[in-house]
């Protein structure tokens, strides 16, 4: 490839890169002030979660085009000068259910609220959000929720950094990177995923709706790029996403650890779901194995099946996870450590969970991703 082929795609990558990173800020058309961002949630039929912040952020370059290369780098400018608001109140409003809920010192605010009236049999649900203290009408946006369809037939929670995406997730500029410069050949997204997700979503019969959940040590601000992600490599659901918060614990300089994390996510979500089973899918460079046998041991008949792929490669590690999967079959379920999503998709399709043709998409995106190696 010639120098000039190259720059024109760097080019190109820098773009639409920068365009991704800009998003946030881009709901005010420019005009600065005060600004709700409401990160996707999800509910159920009486019970409503989501997350957002608030932030005050400079009003400059509504007057340029938002295709326009510079808008882009003027919105860039403003997502980094923009500034998180401490003790904003917050009223989100549902139908006919309201609450108000009060941002911490970093400007986030966590929604929890019971449902006066049901979501409809849709996934995708819409609330309104609007700021009482300080009061800015022009702040007022919308928000939306994820709820499970009634014939969903169980779900999936998933962690995501080495498990669907390759070690780097809480790398912003890495991400990046792989995603838009590296083009058809970067490795974001481990071969299979996407076959096996979508396998997933659509479960034994076709169209069961089965929802997923990712749960991810990053933080908030790599939100935008994930959703890319998952898009362009047609990832089920969009997708929903419950991100580490980064506040300080009172009394502490670290932020909260990732296995208390991930542990509090997925007991909310079947807290959340309480009619609903769940696969729970991971890694063994971490602690998924642990945190997911501990999941297990405290709702042993809420688990269908545990997946972990092995990436650390060690027999000491591997012994481990061998013993916590012998804990796992003495409760019924089924705890794999498996090389890849071909192996993960066939112990699925034994045991229910995926139509058995899925097997063979996921071994033909395996088979493409070899193929671009060599």
């Not at 063994?284 to 194995?289: N, V």
């Not at 998709?345 to 996921?362: F, K, N, R, S, Y």
Request: proline letters at 5%.
């Amino acid at each position: 490839m010639s120098f000039q082929s190259h720059f024109h795609r760097y080019a190109r990558s820098f773009r639409r890169g920068l365009h991704v990173l800009a998003a946030p800020v881009k709901g005010d058309s420019g005009r600065g002030g005060l600004f709700i961002q409401a990160y996707r949630g999800f509910g159920s039929r009486n019970r409503l979660f989501l997350m957002g912040r608030v932030f005050r952020q400079p009003g400059f370059g509504a007057s340029l085009r938002e295709d326009r290369l510079r808008r882009d780098l003027i919105d860039l400018v403003r997502r980094l000068l923009r500034k998180p608001i401490t003790g904003a109140r917050v009223r989100v409003r549902y139908k006919d259910t309201d609450t108000i809920v009060e941002t911490d010192r970093h400007g986030f605010f966590r929604v929890d609220m019971e449902l006066g009236s049901m979501p409809s049999d849709v996934s995708w649900h819409e609330m309104e959000l609007s700021l009482d203290k300080p009061s800015d009408d022009r702040a007022s946006t919308s928000g939306e929720f994820f709820t499970p369809l009634s014939h969903a037939r169980y779900g999936v929670i998933s962690d995501i950094d080495d498990t669907v995406v390759y070690t780097g997730v809480a790398n912003t500029a890495m991400m990046m990177w792989r995603l838009f410069a590296q083009g058809a050949e970067s490795r974001v997204v481990f071969p299979g995923v996407p076959a096996l997700y979508q396998a997933f979503h659509q479960g034994c019969e076709g169209r069961e709706g089965n929802p997923l959940f990712y749960v991810s040590r990053g933080p908030w601000s790599i939100y935008e790029v994930l959703v890319e992600v998952f898009r362009r490599n047609r990832i089920p659901h969009g997708p929903i996403l419950i991100l580490r918060e980064w506040g300080m614990k009172r009394g502490s300089l670290m932020p909260r650890r990732a296995k208390d994390h991930k542990l509090d996510s997925i007991r909310h979500l079947l807290e959340m779901y309480q009619d609903m089973r769940f696969v729970l899918v991971g890694d063994s460079g971490q602690r998924d194995p642990e945190i997911y046998s501990d999941v297990l041991r405290e709702y042993p008949d809420r688990i269908l099946g545990i997946y972990i792929r092995d990436v650390s490669n060690t027999p000491e590690r591997s012994e481990a996870i061998a013993e916590l999967a012998r804990e796992a079959r003495e409760t019924g379920c089924d705890l794999i450590l498996a090389a890849d999503n071909v192996a993960m998709a066939e112990h699925a399709a034994d045991q229910g969970l995926i139509d058995p043709g899925a097997v063979d998409a996921v071994r033909e995106e395996q088979r493409r991703s070899g193929q671009e190696d060599d």
